[in-house]
Nanobody
Framework: QVQLVESGGGLVQAGGSLRLSCAAS????????MGWFRQAPGKEREFVAG????????YYGDSVKGRFTISRDHTQNTVYLQMNSLKPEDTATYYC???????????????????WGQGTQVTVSP
């Protein structure tokens, strides 16, 4: 059974940085695309970033392009989200997603029927 455990969330001032981690278990990590989504209160879940099974292809939501970077470490079965230049509108619960696929097009639609973590809260103060 796939298990995803996010960590690294917290409270940060606008302009600051955070790095989220998602430790994956119960899967063959190299068979999975990994992604990050976020959901703010009263809003739909939003695609943040995706990375393909090899780590060679990445996709980003328009609102985070140029500020966030997704990466993965196959030795640690972990995916990361480096978040820089944070804004108050980045405040949300951030969720890790895993989908067994070798597609390189790891945009939002690649993560239909994905496995999900429990989320980690990120709060950006003005």
């Amino acid at each position: 059974q796939v298990q995803l455990v996010e960590s690294g969330g917290g409270l940060v001032q606008a302009g600051g940085s955070l790095r989220l981690s998602c430790a994956a278990s119960g899967l063959t990590f190299s068979d999975y695309a990994m992604g990050w989504f976020r959901q703010a209160p009263g809003k739909e879940r939003e695609f943040v970033a995706g990375i393909d099974w090899s780590g060679g292809r990445t996709y980003y939501g328009d609102s985070v392009k140029g500020r966030f970077t997704i990466s993965r470490d196959h030795t640690q079965n972990t995916v990361y989200l480096q978040m820089n230049s944070l804004k108050p509108e980045d405040t949300a619960t951030y969720y890790c997603a895993a989908k067994e696929t070798h597609t390189s097009v790891v945009s939002r639609t690649a993560f239909q029927s994905a496995s999900w973590g429990q989320g980690t809260q990120v709060t950006v103060s003005p």
